[in-house]
Structure formats: C-alpha cells, structure tokens
C-alpha cells in the first residue's frame, strides 16, 4: 500500500512538473504535432498516477495481495514506457521511439486487468 501511494505521489508530481514544463518552457521550441505527442504523455502519466494512488488506497481497503502491487508496477511501468517515450519522442523527433509506445500501453492495459481481477478475487 505504502509503495504504491508514493509511487503515485512522486508520479503525480512528475506529469505536473512535466505538464507545466510542457506548457511554458516547450511552447514555442515544439511544432503543433509535437506538442500534441507530448500533451498526451503527460494526459497519461496524469491519469495512470492517479491510478496508483488509486491501487495503493484499495490495498489499503481490501489487504495489500500481490496482484494488487503486480497491477501497480504494470502501471508505473507504463507511465516509463508510453509517456516516456512520447516525451523522448515529441523532444527528440526521433520516430523509432514511437515503437516503444505500445509496449506502455499493454502494460496499462494489463495492470487494470490485474487490478479488476484482484478485486473480483476479494
């Protein structure tokens, strides 16, 4: 539980200080495109934070079982794999990254689908 509520604290802080980075530092060095690439890793790494914030208030609820914290570090290794490498895409333009992408998007995918099993097994 506790892992998982300051994974998603520091997560948390990381997508608004990313975010604000974005919004004022990138603003005029990006082109539209890029920006765009950028905004959606950090809309991800927002909304996958608070899932772990999410995951570490239910393992406080129902008990801290391993699928739980599985589904967390599915989570938080999605955040580094689909935000990240947008973000390294989006400042680099080096579109190889974007191959990285999806592989974070199954993570998301398979840490919700742990977590929904987790609570139908509670």
């Known amino acids: ?60 609820q129902f008990g801290s079982d391993s699928l739980i914290v599985l589904a967390g570090w599915f989570l938080f290794a999605g955040i580094v794999l689909f935000s990240g490498s947008l973000y390294a895409l989006s400042l680099t333009g080096i579109r190889k990254l974007g191959a990285i992408t999806p592989l974070g998007g199954v993570c998301f995918l398979a840490g919700w689908v742990i977590f929904v099993l987790s609570a139908i097994q509670s």
């Open 1 to 60: 539980m506790t892992l998982l509520l300051t994974l998603g604290g520091i997560m948390m802080f990381l997508a608004v200080a990313l975010g604000a980075f974005g919004a004022h530092a990138l603003k005029n060095r990006l082109t539209e495109d890029r920006q765009k690439t950028y905004q959606t890793g950090v809309q991800y790494h927002i909304a996958h934070g608070l899932g772990l914030i999410l995951f570490g208030l239910a393992a406080a």
